[in-house]
């Protein structure tokens, strides 16, 4: 079975309290994005988890979500049998793309599908929040409002088309880090989620844009102001806007015209600044992942 797992944007990401567990509650517009990872996966005779992954430093024990994923399900359904899962990575990681959370969810969804366990979407969902925030909405994918813990998922209507970059710089950023570092600031400026979800209702890009706004940046982009220079970059080629993407460092561009953002990946190429260059478009589909080859 052949499955691709889509990377996400945020739209939007909004940090508005802090469980007594220690849990950030957010408000997040999540968009896939048509840059994707790849997972074979095949029953095999034997127990357990046999990972492989083609990407230098990405661990292939029980430290992968995609091991962890697949690890739940076993165990829940008593299965005896296992898995081999070789995890194609293209979705830079450490990145505020949801690479790992991306390949968790298709990872829950090939063994559910593999042994026939016959949950639902939302049965997924259901488990998939003890893997990580965004795991949840990369079980459904396409544009979303996300709330609570993650876990708390509204679907919303597709945005409409248009042409987006992504640049990551060289450096990776732990996501734990940064929700820590954002505690220790007392107050800051809220993004409007409210608004924009109302503008994708709409179909409204401008407005979509214009209400872009991420609270992380207040805490990655002083560590790393490669992050705003790539801002720059992409608004003075063309961007209608410009954010860092989750806890970062990637930031995406929005462009209107196709040959607008291919002359900004060729000036964020020329930079030095960024290790890697994408050009994409959203991902209207329903899911974050979708079965090619079952
Ligand atoms: P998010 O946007 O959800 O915070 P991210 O894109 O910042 O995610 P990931 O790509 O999910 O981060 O990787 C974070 C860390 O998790 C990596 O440094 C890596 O060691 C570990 N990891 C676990 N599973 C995976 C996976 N399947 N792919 C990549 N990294 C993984």
């Known amino acids: 079975m052949e499955l691709i797992a889509r990377a996400k944007i945020n739209l939007s990401l909004d940090v508005v309290g802090k469980r007594?567990?220690?849990?950030?509650?957010?408000r997040m517009v999540m968009q896939t994005v048509d840059v994707?990872?790849?997972?074979?996966?095949?029953?095999?005779?034997?127990?357990?988890?046999?990972?492989?992954?083609?990407?230098?430093?990405?661990?292939t024990d029980s430290r992968n979500l995609v091991w962890k994923a697949a690890d739940l399900l076993l165990q829940e359904f008593r299965i005896e049998r296992g898995v081999s899962i070789l995890l194609k990575k293209r979705i830079p990681s450490a990145?505020?793309?949801?690479?790992?959370?991306?390949?968790?969810?298709?990872?829950?969804?090939?063994?559910?599908?593999?042994?026939?366990?016959?949950?639902?979407?939302?049965?997924?969902?259901?488990?998939?929040?003890?893997?990580?925030a965004d795991v949840p909405y990369c079980i459904m994918g396409g544009t979303a409002l996300s709330e609570g813990i993650g876990e708390v998922l509204t679907k919303l209507p597709a945005v409409p088309d248009c042409h987006i970059v992504l640049a990551k710089p060289?450096?990776?950023?732990?996501?734990?880090?940064?929700?820590?570092?954002l505690d220790l600031l007392r107050s800051y400026p809220h993004p409007d989620v409210d608004g924009q979800v109302r503008a994708i209702r709409e179909g409204n890009l401008d407005e979509i844009i214009s209400r872009m706004g991420n609270v992380l940046e207040l805490v990655t982009i002083p560590r790393h102001p490669a992050v705003a220079e790539l801002i720059q970059i992409m608004e003075r080629n063309g961007a209608e806007g410009a954010r860092m993407s989750g806890s970062g460092p990637t930031v995406f561009g929005i462009f209107r015209r196709e040959k607008d953002a291919r002359l900004a990946c060729g000036e964020l190429e020329r930079s030095g600044l960024a290790k890697d260059v994408f050009l994409t478009r959203p991902y209207p589909g329903t899911g974050s992942m979708q079965e090619v080859d079952a």
């Open 170 to 181: 060289g450096d990776s950023v732990p996501t734990g880090e940064v929700y820590q570092d």
């Open 95 to 132: 990145a505020g793309l949801a690479g790992g959370s991306a390949d968790a969810a298709c990872a829950l969804k090939g063994v559910n599908e593999l042994f026939g366990l016959g949950l639902s979407e939302k049965e997924l969902c259901v488990r998939a929040v003890g893997l990580g």
């Open 36 to 59: 994707c990872d790849t997972l074979i996966i095949k029953e095999k005779d034997s127990a357990g988890i046999a990972l492989a992954c083609d990407a230098p430093g990405v661990p």
């Open 20 to 26: 007594q567990d220690g849990y950030h509650l957010v």
